[in-house]
């Protein structure tokens, strides 16, 4: 089965190690994920003001390519692109007059009405394959492997976007769980990561991550599991002013969701790219005899 | 004829320009003036014909060096049309203005140290970020370029893709001069394509074989046989030289050429 697929940017060129385990395992559990031409950059960040209509105009465009495939669903792996793209598309369903303005001044595109569901793969995983299905499907359990399941923001806020419930979420613990993981529950799995703070405040950034990775360490936590190439960057910068500042701190591995996926089907680190990964993977998933 | 008397008495004098006035003449809106000009002149003779004199904005009246961009609208049609003033013939009503020239931010880089890093270029234009996709570059280019598409390509760092997308861009400049971004898409493309010529495409071999097979020498024997042929000779080898056919496949080397692939 085919699905329509937007990547967006930074999945081309930093977060690689997010797009490619997420293909292979696709085909592996017999999808394949089939890009939308012609694409391009999904807004990065929805815009709030009421009449900013011109930055719908990049996330809408990139719906209407997956309307021109003639998909009902555009499948999404970054967690700002599901969430732009969708909040678009929730406008682009609602509100009939934006949606007019908006179809106006595209006048070379197709209509657009909101008909083309945007989801997340995780949503994929637990509503079109199952988990048990992807349970039957791991050739390599991540046995002993304790993961802190981090949402971050832009997965469940607001509430109508969201993915899983925003308070008490269980869609990554599922996942984790049927890769054999240990799921690590911890207070901080939906704190602000900093996000486009680190513009402005690169050296605040650490705050953050201090918090969080404190807390999933604190819990147990040997890994997170994330699924946003801002929030990694942001925890892996975050981390390396805090080994510079604290002699004590030691790094986390942060994994995308995507390379969990990948290693416990059994496909092997080619496609993982652990070497793209902030705080050392490697060796953590040596000692628990997951790589070779 | 002096030119006085060639003005009174143009049909006498006509030249073909002239005598296709005859055949019909159309209205057009000059820089918002009505002019009366012959149908079937391209915008540029038009604009010549009309008294207008290019001192700039015109160069190789052929399509390809860009100088002469144009936007027009015809009457009852809210859409900016863009068209090269040397290519486009004119129609009845149309409004014309030359945009021979817009102002561009051009970076200034050392090539010899850049990568193929996307980054490099993310680096030399930050604006290329400004870009909201409204689309109205790619709706602005005369050659049909997705300009959109290859800003798209170039913000999620496929270097390759912009310059391909763009390889028809002559540099006219009428997508920076709609861009809501202010970007100066034509100069990123231009970055783009040096990059992919000189950092992504692989060397052609066969050219760096060339290249030491002449300069080692092997062609100064046959060259120096040519230059002592005696020039009836020269014109009896010319005319009964072998030719390529039309069908002939990439593999088609020419038989009377043998002398020079022993050469190498």
């Known amino acids: 089965m085919s699905l329509a697929y937007y990547p967006g940017c930074t999945l081309k060129t930093r977060a690689r190690n997010l797009e490619e385990p997420a293909v292979a395992s696709l085909e592996a559990l017999g999808f394949e994920l089939e890009e939308i031409s012609r694409w391009n950059c999904c807004g990065a960040a929805y815009s709030l003001a009421e009449d900013d209509l011109i930055h719908q105009v990049a996330p809408v465009r990139n719906l209407i390519r997956a309307k021109e495939l003639g998909k009902s669903e555009l499948v999404t792996l970054c967690a700002v692109c599901l969430n732009t793209l969708k909040r678009a598309n929730l406008l682009m369903g609602e509100d009939a007059e934006k949606r007019n303005t908006i179809n106006s001044f595209m006048d070379e595109e197709l209509d657009y009405d909101g008909g083309v569901k945007v989801v997340h793969l995780l949503e994929v995983l637990r509503d079109e394959i199952g988990w048990e299905t992807l349970a039957q499907k791991v050739k390599l359990p991540l046995r002993d492997l304790r993961v802190a399941p981090y949402y ?17 979420p269980v869609i990554l613990r599922k996942f984790l769980e049927s890769l054999g993981a240990i799921p690590v529950d911890f207070p901080e799995f939906a704190r602000c990561c900093g996000s486009y703070q680190v513009m402005s405040d690169p050296d605040g950034i650490s705050e953050y991550a201090r918090t969080i990775l404190g807390s999933a360490s604190s819990h147990g936590a040997e890994a997170l599991v994330l699924t946003c190439p801002l929030c990694d960057y942001n925890l892996g910068l975050g981390q390396k002013q805090l080994m510079k500042k604290y002699s004590e701190f030691r790094a986390m591995p942060l994994f995308y969701f995507t390379q969990l996926l990948a290693l416990a089907l059994g496909l092997g680190p080619e496609v993982c790219h652990f070497e793209l990964n902030h705080g050392a993977p490697e060796a953590l998933l040596r000692e628990k005899k997951l790589l070779p | 004829m002096s030119v006085k008397e060639k003005k009174r008495n ?28 012959p149908e079937g002149f391209t915008i540029m003779k038009a604009m010549e014909y009309a008294g207008y004199k290019f001192i700039r904005g015109c160069g190789c009246r052929g399509g390809t060096c860009g100088a002469c961009g144009t936007v027009y609208r015809k009457p009852g049609d809210y859409k900016i049309q863009v068209a090269l003033a040397c290519q486009k013939t004119v129609e009845p009503d149309m409004y014309i203005a030359q945009i021979p020239f817009f102002p561009a931010n051009r970076a200034s880089y050392e090539f010899s140290k850049l990568t193929s890093a996307p980054e490099e270029i993310f680096k030399l234009y930050p604006e290329l970020f400004r870009c909201v996709a409204c689309n109205a570059c790619s709706k602005a280019c005369p050659q049909g370029i997705e300009v959109m598409d290859a800003i798209s390509a170039l913000k999620r760092g496929d270097i390759s893709e912009a310059a391909r997308l763009s390889f028809e861009c002559i540099q006219c400049g009428l997508c920076t001069s709609r861009c809501f971004g202010e970007l100066a898409q034509y100069h ?13 495409l692989p060397r052609a071999e066969h050219l760096t074989d060339m290249v030491k097979a002449v300069s080692e020498g092997r062609y100064e024997a046959i060259l120096e046989k040519l230059k002592n042929t005696k020039e009836d000779e020269l014109k009896k080898l010319y005319q ?18 043998k002398s020079l692939w022993e050469a190498r």
């Open chain 2, 188 to 200: 990123m493309f231009q970055l783009a394509r040096r990059i992919y010529g000189a950092r992504v």
């Open chain 2, 240 to 257: 009964e030289r072998e030719m390529e056919p039309v069908s002939a496949g990439e593999d088609w080397k020419p038989k009377d050429g």
């Open chain 1, 152 to 168: 971050g923001c832009t997965l469940l806020r607001p509430r109508d976007v969201a993915i899983d419930s925003e308070e008490s």
């Open chain 2, 10 to 37: 143009p049909v006498e004098t006509a030249t073909n320009e002239q005598k296709q006035v005859a055949a019909g003449l159309i209205s057009v809106y000059i820089m918002g003036k009505r002019y009366e000009v």
